[in-house]
C-alpha cells in the first residue's frame, strides 16, 4: 500500500519552544489510524503541523505524494470541539453546508444537491431535526456530530477528527465509529486523536504513541501493548486500561 502521509524530521515549536520534535511519519492509504497520548502530549500540535495550520521550525511534509496547498480539497479537518467558537449566529445547516464550499463553483451559492448532501450527512448522525436550530443551541455532544456532518460532506479523500468523541455518548460513539468504517470500505484514510485507550484495539487499525515525540507507531495488533502505553503515559497511574 502506499503511504499518503509522509513526514520526515518535523518540529514544531511556540513561541520558539519545541512541543513536538524527531517526528518521522509514513502514513498508508485507507487505515483508520488512532492518536494517542496524554493532556499535552503534541497530538492536535501533530495534526495541525502536517495540515500546516502552524508553522514548523523543520520537516518535511507531504501528502498525497505533494505539498499540502496542492490538495486542499481532498483533506477534510475537524478541530478539537474546545478550541472552536461557538457563538457565531448560524443554523446547523448552515454549518454543514459550510463543508461543501470546496466544491462550490466561483458563485458560492449552495445548490439543491449540496442541501440534499447536508441533510443525509445529517440524518447518517442522527441530527436530521436539528438543521434550524441555532448551533449555539445544541449541546457539546450535538455540536461535535454536527461538525463531523460538515466533515463527511466534503468527501475527501483524508480526514483529521481531533477528538471526535470528546463529549459523543455511548451510542453516538457506536454510530460515527460505524460511518468511519463505512468511509473506510470507501478507500478513505481516517486520523483520530482518540483519549479512550480501553476502544482503541476495537475501532482501530494502527495507532501513534506520542508523548512530545514518537514513541510507537505500528498495527494495534502488535504496537498496541502496556509496554508502550506505559512509555507514553509514563507517571500516570491507572490510565485505564485493562
Ligand atoms: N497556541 C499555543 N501557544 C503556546 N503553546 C501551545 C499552544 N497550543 C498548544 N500549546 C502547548 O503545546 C503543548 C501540546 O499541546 P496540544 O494541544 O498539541 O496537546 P494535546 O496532546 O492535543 O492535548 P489534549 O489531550 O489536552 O488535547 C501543550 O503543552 C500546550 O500547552
Ligand atoms: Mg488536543
Not at 75 to 81: E, G, L, T
Amino acid at each position: 500500500m502506499e503511504n499518503i502521509i509522509e513526514v520526515e524530521d518535523l518540529t514544531i515549536a511556540y513561541q520558539n519552544k519545541p512541543i513536538i520534535w524527531d517526528i518521522d511519519l509514513k502514513i498508508k492509504n485507507n487505515v483508520i489510524l488512532a492518536i494517542v497520548g496524554p493532556n499535552g502530549a503534541g497530538k492536535s500540535t501533530l495534526i495541525k503541523g502536517i495540515l500546516s495550520l502552524i508553522p514548523s521550525l523543520s520537516g518535511k511534509i507531504e501528502i498525497f505524494g505533494k505539498n499540502i496547498n496542492k490538495n486542499k480539497g481532498k483533506i477534510a479537518y475537524v478541530p478539537q470541539v474546545g478550541n472552536v467558537n461557538w457563538d457565531f449566529p448560524t443554523t446547523v445547516l448552515d454549518v454543514v453546508l459550510m463543508g461543501r464550499y470546496v466544491h462550490l463553483g466561483w458563485v458560492k451559492k449552495p445548490t439543491k444537491k449540496d442541501k440534499e448532501k447536508a441533510m443525509e450527512a445529517l440524518k447518517m448522525i442522527e441530527m436530521e431535526n436539528f438543521a434550524d436550530r441555532q448551533i449555539s443551541q445544541l449541546s457539546g455532544g450535538q455540536k461535535q456530530r454536527v461538525f463531523l456532518a460538515r466533515a463527511l460532506v466534503q468527501e475527501a479523500e483524508l480526514y483529521f477528527l481531533d477528538e471526535p468523541m470528546q463529549g459523543i455518548d455511548i451510542k453516538s460513539e457506536a454510530i460515527i465509529f460505524d460511518i468511519l468504517k463505512k468511509m473506510k470500505s470507501e478507500g478513505k484514510t481516517i486520523i483520530v486523536v482518540h483519549h479512550d485507550l480501553k476502544t482503541v484495539k476495537k475501532y482501530f487499525d494502527s495507532v501513534i504513541f506520542i508523548n512530545k515525540n514518537i514513541i510507537a507507531y505500528g498495527d494495534v495488533e502488535t504496537t498496541f501493548t502496556k509496554e508502550n502505553i506505559d512509555k507514553t503515559y509514563i507517571g500516570i497511574q491507572d490510565v485505564g486500561i485493562i
